[in-house]
């Protein structure tokens, strides 16, 4: 049963528009929600988080919202530029140790 | 200043065999995580040492059993391989616990099981 759910595998955008990742879950009780970004070849790498005490969480070209009645969260990317190609992970934690992750998003930017 | 490492990065096994993972890291953190990632599935967590000395199961523990050998390694072991572990196997670290987006991905090792 996957508690984290990212539904869109995929998403093209052109350089310099905004793109937005979208990630669902379903545990009430996650407090942490994560983004990681994931090139070929390499590990992921932490990219942005928020706590559900927040709703929004910026990082210069990287916000994070967080809608708890929802239960789900989006990352915009604004402007895209060809080097955000990447897989994004959508993660959620209750604490550090039993960290969900979503399936992936594959971002590609064309210049 | 390495990171997280892993050894190998390929491995191919015949079914029935067994083999180890190797995972260091030299940041000096106390906790390290084993997790697979599967197409459509994302990352889940195997098994987890929150310190030197201690290992728990994670959410998709059976097959696998664990070894935190000192403070920097911490080894994942298949006994007897199936093809349902082919995978990518990532290792991880992190200094505090309580705040996961500290976590630091090794480079993974990809596992094929015949």
């Known amino acids: 049963d996957q508690q984290v759910k990212q539904n869109s595998p995929s998403l093209s955008v052109q350089e310099g528009r905004i793109s937005i990742l979208n990630c669902d879950y379903t545990?009430?009780?996650?407090?942490?929600f994560l983004w990681y970004k994931k090139y070929p070849a390499e590990g992921p790498t932490f990219l942005i988080s928020i706590s559900s005490i927040k709703d929004k969480n910026e990082d210069g070209r990287f916000t994070v919202f967080l809608n708890k009645s929802a239960k789900h969260l989006s990352l915009h990317i604004v402007p895209s530029q060809p080097g955000d190609s990447a897989v994004y992970f959508c993660?959620?934690?209750?604490?550090?140790?039993?960290?969900?992750f979503g399936a992936g998003t594959r971002l590609t930017v064309k210049p | 200043n390495a990171g997280v490492t892993q050894t190998p990065k390929f491995q191919v096994l015949k079914t029935g065999q067994s083999m180890t993972l190797q995972c260091a890291q030299d940041m000096n953190h106390n906790s390290m995580y084993w997790y697979r990632q599967d197409p459509g599935m994302g990352l889940r967590l195997i098994y987890y040492?929150?310190?030197?000395?201690?290992?728990d199961k994670g959410e998709v523990p059976n097959g696998y059993n664990v070894s935190r050998l000192n403070k920097r390694e911490f080894s994942l072991r298949l006994e007897s391989a199936a093809p349902s572990q082919t995978s990518v196997y990532f290792c991880?670290?992190?200094?505090?616990?309580?705040?996961?987006?500290?976590?630091?991905f090794g480079p993974g090792t990809r596992l094929t099981v015949l």
């Open positions: 545990n009430s009780m996650f407090d942490y």
């Open positions: 993660a959620a934690s209750v604490g550090n140790n039993d960290m969900r």
């Open positions: 040492s929150a310190s030197e000395g201690t290992t």
């Open positions: 991880a670290s992190t200094a505090v616990p309580a705040v996961p987006d500290t976590q630091y």
